[in-house]
């Protein structure tokens, strides 16, 4: 409870400077001409930083974990995408892991009725985590119409497919309705599930928060407080072309939706939104269980302590004689 | 620890910095100037006062709302007439308020909304004047 | 067995999952009787040259540590996090979104929040961010992150031996985080400053020196051997040989110890003997390697290394062609997924073939150890093996997947083939409980010891009632499982949990149905009880 109300302090904190920043017209520059470089280099240092920091520790054993019949008789149908026995199989497995999040589809809830445990299938976690995953990545990727220009046609052709019900104007984005519902349910799931609320820390609750805060301030720039697209345009391109211009008359809540940005780009390599690089990395997913048919090498496998045969047999030779048992010496 | 494995991790990352600097190559780091937008019509050059419907600022950020009410107003409600902040009374049309100035609109509504990829509805219903002359 | 402390079923279904009111890392470890495991006797540490042997039990205000225990520890904690990607990965990308928490047989029977693997990782995490990121060592607990106390080293005691290492949890985890890795290399801390369990340490210690977990020597293996040999020439008419330490012989045959030592897994074993004998197999077992479990998994990698490098040594001291591996789960683990790397490569060692059938075993070439059900389930299906399923009409089985052989293998079609064609009354339990979503036992990786059997019964109720409701629904009467641990523990949690259902190995079940050349008829089944129906 304790770092649920932490961290929405932190959250209003941070707003408020952030609302601090829009009002105070000195700070402009900085804001958009130094944050944004400094913001960027760190998202890219710091991801790199964290994926080379967990690379150099070496991989020792081959520990897939199976969830389907492994390769062994040829006459037993195998399941090559659960339990990969070669790279093709793992490309597969890991791409269903990432894209379609594989392994939370499985989840189940458990409760006792009747004096038992009864499961029951539990795909709320998993619906509304795709949902929201799916919807941040074509939100970032519908920005670039910002950043880029000639406009690349597949960006027009998402942002075509994504507001294709034309609801409103401008265009209500699917994926703006599905990132509130996706985020509101992970969010109340956290607070209001007794056992999720127990696991929570700060960083759980603070990032949601802040990607919230991102994305009202986006939809309440879009559809409440419009902002001129064309100074915003000419804003992100001069950070693109290396000579960002501080615009004129830009709306407090677009100011607001910068900062959060940023703090988010911040926040991302330091915090545990970093599984978004690590889940490529781990063992259990990333490795073929074919540890009978081909050698894994552990790089500092070194000698151990064994007790011999030769040793074994000193203590045991007259039992073993006794017993009639064939020794090497007699 | 000569046998540790780099390759796979040095792809992924390679493929992840292309991937995040797309604006930055994709560019090829030229500058586009913002697209200048033409006022130059015969009819905006007869106006003694160049002021639309409403003040330059208010249409640039919200002229899509506003023809929103407009249009709105003018199927459900039937109002032809509005009447803008200082008093002003213009008809309710696109083709024959905003277009009557904005003769040119591949100079300036199209300028615009192909720089920053909108795609309004408006002319999959409403023709263009001159358009169908051509 | 002492069921004294432990409450009846009854009461012991009432689970509360509701947290308690206090914050984790406020809520210290009560040690209450039954949920725990004695301490590892000084002699086992010593003999495995382990550090700090003493007197002291888990229960005690003062655990006699070293001085320097916590720089121990830590100093352990950085060697870990740069020797293992996984270590260090599943201490930073978790994002606590809780799909593993009730996926935990530990927690679904005890609703100790503590037992939800997330939880249990984060008694870890908590420390290593205290000492290994910036982020903990600045903000403390707003980063989760707490000091290495004597309370979190009691935390970390309980609840790492409150964990079977299953791997149910990393099926489930969106990230693939893997319990059981994050409890090895507790247990490994543990280890360093004398924290151990006598449950693992003395079967380890047994092991090293004798050659299996029970402490069996020679003349006791082979005598217990012959004992068997002599159960089925009373049942089948039929002499079976006992080959062991025999030089010369194409296949070497390991099992674990259990399976020689007590019912029900000698029945398993006498099924080995009978089938290898019907073959005409020219194998051995041996004494020396005379155990293929690994109780090592349960304190350190180095420790599997040192018990497993037995098998090798034997295989080529012997010089057999290649190894074949009897039932067992955690055993497995080692063979498919440690053994090759640690040991190997056995390039002493041909690549297997069954002489019998002449199949190739491709998936085994490299590490050329074989399990049971694969080398049975081909002999069954190229018609080498004469069954009369008949023979196990008395038995209405249903099929426990032992956790290793499942989540660390994939062994799910071999041994239901084998049962298939040896069983007409054969009922799958829940989907949800089998496979790799099965349920423990509740009493792997060293936890199946007797002072600990309120966690067993506790950790153990999700299967039990799996099996309860086909007992109900189908009159199932036998439980079947690969895996020698199993056979043991699965036993007193059916009496238990669900009396009347007794536990068989997958080759007891064979060994009924097998016919053998000149066999007597046959009136009773390998325990002696009789027949029905044909």
Redesign the interface.
């Known amino acids: 409870m304790k770092n649920l109300l932490i961290s929405i302090l932190a959250f209003f904190i941070l707003a408020l400077l952030a609302l601090g920043i829009g009002l105070n017209h000195s700070l402009a520059y900085v804001l958009i001409v130094i944050v944004p470089y400094a913001a960027f280099a760190i998202l890219l240092t710091g991801f790199v930083y964290r994926i080379i920091k967990w690379g150099s520790a070496p991989v020792p054993f081959r520990i897939p974990s199976t969830c389907g019949q492994g390769k062994s008789l040829p006459w037993i149908k195998t399941n090559p995408v659960e339990n990969p026995s070669g790279a093709w199989g793992v490309i597969g497995r890991m791409a269903q892991e990432i894209f379609l999040f594989r392994s939370l589809f499985r989840n189940t809830d458990v409760a006792i009725v009747d004096e038992r445990p009864v499961y029951g299938s539990a795909k709320w976690l998993w619906f509304c985590g795709l949902l929201f995953h799916w919807s941040f990545a074509i939100i970032v990727l519908r920005h670039l119409r910002f950043f880029v220009e000639p406009i690349a046609p597949w960006i027009g052709a998402l942002s075509a497919l994504d507001g294709f019900f034309e609801i409103g104007i401008p265009t209500l984005y699917l994926s703006d309705a599905a990132i509130l519902v996706g985020l509101t349910f992970l969010f109340l799931r956290r607070v209001v599930v007794p056992q999720v609320r127990y696991i929570s820390l700060f960083t759980d609750y603070f990032s949601l928060l802040l990607i919230a805060g991102v994305v009202t301030t986006g939809l309440l720039t879009r559809h409440f407080f419009p902002a001129d697209l064309n100074a915003a345009k000419t804003l992100a391109m001069g950070w693109v072309t290396f000579s960002p211009v501080v615009p004129q008359g830009i709306s407090l809540v677009f100011y607001m939706h910068l900062c959060f940005v940023f703090v988010l780009l911040v926040w991302f390599p330091a915090s545990k939104l970093m599984h978004a690089g690590g889940i490529f990395l781990s063992p259990t997913r990333n490795l073929a269980s074919n540890n009978r048919g081909k050698r894994h090498v552990n790089p500092w496998n070194a000698p151990v302590k064994v007790h011999t045969y030769e040793e074994y047999e000193d203590e045991f030779r007259d039992k073993m004689k006794a017993s009639g048992l064939p020794v090497e010496k007699e | ?4 494995q ?1 390759g796979m ?1 040095a792809l ?2 390679v493929i ?2 292309i991937v ?5 190559w ?2 090829k ?4 100037p ?2 200048q937008l033409s006022l130059d019509t015969p009819a905006i050059a007869q106006l003694k006062e160049k002021r639309c419907v409403e003040d330059t ?1 208010f249409m ?3 002229h ?2 506003f ?2 009410t407009w249009r709105d107003g003018a199927i459900r409600e039937g109002k032809r007439l509005h009447t803008a902040r200082d008093g002003r009374v213009f008809e309710v049309s696109l083709s024959g308020t905003c277009l009557k100035c904005h003769s040119n609109k591949e100079q300036f509504c199209d300028r ?1 909304h ?6 309004p ?1 408006c002319f999959s219903c409403h023709n263009i004047p001159g358009e169908a002359k051509k | 067995m002492s069921f004294a402390k432990i409450p009846k079923p009854d009461q012991l279904i009432k689970i509360r999952y509701a947290p308690p009111e206090t914050a984790w890392m406020d809520t210290s470890v009560d040690f209450r009787p039954g949920t725990w495991s004695y301490s590892g006797a000084a002699k086992n540490l010593t003999y495995l040259d382990l550090p700090n042997p003493r007197a002291w039990q888990p229960a005690d205000e003062d655990w006699k540590l070293p001085d320097n225990w916590q720089a121990i520890i830590l100093e352990g904690m950085k060697e870990r996090l740069e020797k293992y990607r996984s270590f260090r990965l599943f201490m930073d990308v978790c994002v606590r979104c809780g799909a593993c928490a009730d996926k935990c047989h530990f927690y679904i029977g005890s609703g100790d929040p503590k037992n939800m693997p997330v939880l249990r990782a984060e008694l870890l995490r908590s420390v290593y961010r205290r000492y290994f990121t910036t982020s903990g060592k600045r903000f403390g607990r707003l980063a989760g992150a707490r000091d290495l106390t004597v309370d979190v080293l009691k935390e970390w005691f309980y609840y790492f031996y409150q964990c079977t290492e299953c791997r149910r949890c990393s099926v489930f985890c969106p990230f693939g985080i893997d319990q059981a890795e994050i409890t090895m290399m507790g247990r490994e801390l543990l280890n360093l400053v004398g924290c151990n369990i006598n449950w693992v340490i003395e079967p380890a210690a047994n092991c090293f020196r004798t050659g299996n977990h029970l402490g069996i020597q020679p003349g006791g293996i082979k005598d217990m051997l012959e004992f068997m040999a002599d159960d089925i020439e009373d049942r089948t008419g039929i002499r079976v040989n006992v080959p062991i330490n025999k030089k010369g012989a194409d296949i070497l045959f390991v099992t674990p110890s259990g399976d020689y030592f007590a019912d029900p897994g000698t029945f398993t074993c006498m099924g080995y003997l009978m089938l290898f004998h019907e073959i005409g197999l020219n194998y051995t077992f041996s004494t020396y390697a005379s155990e293929g479990g690994n109780f090592g998994l349960f304190t350190s990698a180095e420790m599997v290394k040192r018990l497993n490098a037995k098998i090798y040594a034997e295989a080529k001291r012997l010089g057999v062609k290649w190894i074949l591996g009897g039932e067992c789960g955690h055993m497995w683990r080692v063979i498919h997924q440690y053994m090759g790397t640690m040991n190997g490569p056995a390039d002493f060692l041909q690549e297997p073939v069954s002489p019998i059938t002449g199949t190739r075993f491709e998936n085994a070439r490299s590490t050329k150890m074989v399990h049971i059900t694969e080398f049975t389930a081909d002999l069954i299906r190229n018609g080498k093996l004469k069954l009369d399923p008949q023979r196990n009409d008395h038995i209405r089985l249903t099929f426990h997947d032992s956790c290793n052989p499942a989540r660390a293998m994939g062994l799910f079609e071999e041994p239901r083939y084998i049962i298939q064609k040896t069983c007409n009354h054969f009922f799958e339990m829940a989907g949800d409980t089998i496979r790799e979503k099965t349920l423990c036992c509740g009493a792997g990786a060293g936890l199946g010891n007797d002072e600990n059997m309120e966690t067993r019964m506790r950790g153990g109720m999700p299967r039990a009632m799996a099996v309860k409701k086909v007992v109900e629904r189908h009159d199932v009467n036998r439980l079947g499982c690969i895996c020698a641990i199993d056979r043991a523990t699965l036993t007193s949690l059916m009496d238990y949990w669900v009396p009347g259902v007794t536990v068989m190995g997958v080759h007891e079940l064979l060994a009924n149905a097998l016919v053998m050349t000149g066999e007597k008829e046959r009136t009773t089944d390998l325990r002696g009880e009789p027949l029905v129906g044909c």
């Open positions: 620890m000569k046998k540790h780099w991790i992924g990352l992840f910095i995040v600097t797309f604006p930055f994709y560019g780091g030229k500058t586009s913002p697209p600022s640039r950020e919200s899509m709302k023809l929103g615009c192909n720089y920053l990829g909108a795609k509805s």
